[in-house]
C-alpha cells in the first residue's frame, strides 16, 4: 500500500539511483499543464528534502515558463524492473540558468554535456510510494545518443542560437528567461 512521507527515505533514494527515466509535472494557473519525460544521467539527491536535475534542451521549455508563473513541480518514478511501485515527489522548485553560479556549482555534480540549458532544484515537501502494480515490466536497453550528439554537432554557440529561436517562451506563450534579459 502507498505512504506518504515528508522526507525521501535511505531505501528510496536507492530506488531513484537505480532509475533510468522520471517524470517532471508543472502548471501555470493558467494554460497547458506540463509532463516531460526525463532520462540520461540528470537527477541527484542532494538530501533527504533536496533535489537537484540538470535539463537539456529539447523543442520546448515549459517547465522553465511554469517555474516562473507557479513553482510547484512533482516528480515521478515507476519501477519497470523488480519490486512495482510508483514514487512521487511534490515541493517547490528553482530554475539554475548557465548564468547562475549555482549552475556552474552543481553542473560539477553531472557528466559534462554539451547541451545542459537549466538545473532545477526542489525542495521536497511530500513523497508519496503507490503499488504500482498497473505499470508494465520493462527492460532498459540503455540511453538514447541522438540528443547529446545533436548539441555536439551544434555547438555551443549555436546550441544558444537554438534556445533563442525556440526556448524563449513556453507553448502558451510564457516566458522562460533562457536568455538574460
Not at 35 to 58: C, H
Not at 128 to 155: H, I
Not at 160 to 168: F, I, L, Q, R, V
Request: hydrophobic share 40%; aromatic share 12%.
Amino acid at each position: 500500500m502507498g505512504k506518504k512521507l515528508t522526507y525521501i527515505t535511505a531505501e528510496l533514494m536507492e530506488f531513484i539511483e537505480k532509475q533510468p527515466l522520471f517524470f517532471v509535472g508543472t502548471a501555470a494557473a493558467e494554460g497547458t499543464v506540463n509532463i516531460s519525460p526525463k532520462g540520461t544521467d540528470s537527477f541527484r539527491v542532494l538530501d533527504k528534502n533536496k533535489i537537484i536535475w540538470l535539463n537539456l534542451t529539447g523543442s520546448g521549455n515549459e517547465t522553465a515558463a511554469h517555474l516562473l508563473k507557479n513553482p510547484r513541480m512533482t516528480i515521478m518514478f515507476c519501477a519497470f524492473e523488480g519490486k512495482p511501485l510508483i514514487l512521487r515527489l511534490y515541493g517547490t522548485a528553482k530554475t539554475f540558468h548557465k548564468r547562475d553560479s549555482e549552475f556552474h556549482a552543481f553542473s560539477q555534480m553531472f557528466p559534462k554535456n554539451p547541451g545542459a540549458r537549466q538545473i532545477f532544484e526542489m525542495q521536497v515537501d511530500l513523497v508519496q510510494t503507490s503499488c504500482g502494480f498497473g505499470v508494465p515490466l520493462m527492460d532498459f536497453k540503455g540511453d538514447r545518443s541522438t540528443l547529446n550528439v545533436w548539441a555536439e554537432n551544434k555547438g555551443e554557440d549555436r546550441v544558444e542560437a537554438y534556445w533563442e529561436a525556440k526556448n524563449m517562451q513556453s507553448i502558451d506563450g510564457f516566458e522562460t528567461k533562457i536568455i538574460d534579459d
